[in-house]
């Protein structure tokens, strides 16, 4: 499975984006796809997770409520749409897969696409 993830920019606190990850290979629906993000000089954390069918989701605290994510497998596509976006989201946003359900380490994903920049202005 190849990933790559979309949809970064810079963007005013308060605004809005739709994160991409565009999935090659017939067993992507069979996966769990999340989110990490990594700001500069931090660890990569967890962000969000959906299961194989869209059917369950699993958030990070500090993005439930603003954060919703989602997944078209007839597109093999997952999406993270970002709403009320803070200079605090600022980050590298990271799309993976993975077989287990809803994991939230990075340990747990084999597949990775390459980031995509989110950058807030306050």
């Known amino acids: 499975v190849q990933l790559q993830a979309s949809g970064g920019g810079l963007v005013q606190a308060g605004g809005s984006l739709r994160l991409s990850c565009a999935a090659s290979?017939?067993?992507?629906?069979?996966?769990?796809v999340a989110w990490f993000r990594q700001a500069p000089g931090k660890e990569r954390e967890f962000v969000a997770a959906?299961?194989?069918?869209?059917?369950?989701?699993y958030y990070a605290d500090s993005v439930k409520g603003r954060f919703t994510i989602s997944r078209d497998n007839a597109k093999n596509t997952v999406y993270l749409q970002i709403d009320s976006l803070k200079p605090e989201d600022t980050a590298v946003y990271y799309c993976a897969a993975g077989p287990l359900p809803l994991a939230t380490m990075p340990r747990s994903y084999d597949y990775w696409g390459q980031g995509t920049l989110v950058t807030v202005s306050s």
């Open positions: 290979g017939r067993t992507f629906s069979r996966y769990t």
């Open positions: 959906i299961n194989w069918s869209g059917g369950s989701t």
